[in-house]
């Protein structure tokens, strides 16, 4: 699609947990053939890849640290250099700090890299707090259904892999998300007005069908 890193399309998609940035970050993956990457997943990826990063963070994570920003950004920095991610990127729990996001602006100045947007997908609280005590899992491919607002179109079938096996997160109860709501307003808010005084912040109304919110994204990114 691209021929080189410089044109490819390069996002950093952010919003509370439960406002539906995963599910949207897979349409954009899919339309646009990006690698997606979620901090989180990359981090286990490197532990259990045994990596040189993921020598270095195992102990860490043990103890119950963070993993730290350098470590962090070297690690995204090693994933978005890579041929799957040719196309473009979208960064997905990735900066939560402004250190984060000030580290994040130097490693990708110095690939020549511009963020085409900053995706902040917001959603009321209350529809939230709905959302995640409904949610769960496809196991086979990961994909995430809600009862209330995004149901396989086949009851018990992913409609993605077609794999019959769903899970639920322990954590995905009213009280932990309420906690984990607040968390993410001290942690995360300053990035985005970091961002927003960058002026590529788009803030995206997530409230609505799949496919709806996808348009709005498609409008505020212009492809
Ligand atoms: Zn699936």
Excluded: W
Aim: proline share 4%; charged share 25%; glycine share 10%.
């Amino acid at each position: 699609m691209f021929t080189d890193k410089n044109s490819g399309i390069h996002l950093v998609m952010t919003g509370a947990p439960g406002t539906g940035k995963g599910t949207q970050a897979s349409v954009l993956k899919r339309r646009f053939g990006l690698c997606h990457l979620s901090a989180g997943e990359m981090l286990r990826e490197e532990i259990n890849k045994g990596t040189s990063i993921g020598k270095r963070l195992e102990p860490l994570l043990a103890a119950g640290s963070f993993a730290p920003d350098d470590l962090v950004i070297e690690m995204v920095e090693n994933r978005i250099l890579e041929p799957d991610c040719a196309n473009g990127f979208i960064l997905d729990g990735f900066p939560r700090t402004i250190n984060q996001a000030e580290v994040l602006d130097k490693m990708l100045s110095s690939n020549k890299i511009k963020l085409n947007a900053v995706l902040e997908i917001v959603v009321p609280d209350e529809v939230i707090i709905d959302r995640i005590a409904g949610r769960y899992t496809c196991v086979k491919c990961g994909e995430s259904y809600s009862d209330n607002f995004y149901k396989p179109k086949v009851a018990g079938v992913c409609n993605i892999c077609g794999g019959t096996k769903f899970s639920k997160r322990l954590d995905d109860n009213r009280e932990t998300v309420v906690k984990r709501l607040a968390k993410y307003k001290d942690l995360t808010y300053p990035t985005i007005n970091y961002y927003g005084k960058e002026g590529v912040l788009k803030k995206v109304d997530g409230n609505g069908a799949v496919d709806v919110v996808a348009k709005r994204i498609s409008d505020a990114i212009g492809f």
